[in-house]
């Protein structure tokens, strides 16, 4: 199956490998659902060191503009970040309850707008307002029950994420861009 997006050919293809990835996948998010609240941990103690590592290639950066435009830019939004990573590092609990508030925030406020949406147009009514529902209550659920959610919901999120992603990747395979189209045009100055 191919399309062309822009002149650009676009090919899904699948192969073994591609089974294979998709079931270890799969299993590592039945075992990221069997332990959400470790994969919870864990996955915010992996956003405060990614936050730490890009904050230092921040500022380091930062560093080769002196005298240059986007010094200053590049110096306080790699020192924001690296502050951001080590406060995450510090207070993982915390920051678990602030990951977990904006998600709840994200569904409360996605479902809204479907409901909204699906008062705007006639077709597919139903469907976006069984969805905004659902997210409404998703919402709800998380904004009313934040600290027994927290050190969960983003374990829950990680692994469902992973079984659809391991099942995506079984039963469609990969995207790629097909090589034969794709052409460099180079043009003299």
């Not at 949406?117 to 709800?140: K, P, T, Y």
């Not at 995506?168 to 990969?174: A, I, K, P, S």
């Amino acid at each position: 199956m191919s399309f062309s997006p822009g002149g650009v050919t676009i090919e899904r293809s699948r192969s073994g490998w591609d089974i294979v990835w998709g079931i270890l996948l799969l299993l590592a998010g039945l075992v990221i659902l069997g332990h959400a609240v470790v994969a919870t941990a864990v996955s915010v103690i992996f956003l405060g060191w990614l936050a730490v590592i890009g904050g230092l290639v921040a500022l380091v950066a930062g560093l080769f503009r002196i005298g240059k435009g986007g010094f200053w830019p590049a110096v306080i939004s790699g020192a924001l970040l690296l502050v951001i990573g080590i406060v995450m590092l510090r207070n993982p609990a915390v920051t678990a309850v602030t990951l977990t508030l904006l998600a709840g925030t994200l569904f409360l406020m996605g479902g809204v707008i479907r409901l909204v949406a699906a008062f705007q147009v006639d077709q597919n009514r139903w469907i976006m307002i069984f969805s905004g529902v659902v997210s409404v209550i998703l919402g709800l659920i998380v904004v009313f029950n934040l600290i027994e959610s927290s050190f969960v919901l983003l374990g829950v999120l990680l692994g469902v994420q992973a079984i659809v992603d391991g099942i995506t990747l079984m039963v469609l395979g990969r995207w790629r861009v097909a090589d034969s189209t794709v052409q460099v045009v180079e043009t003299g100055a």
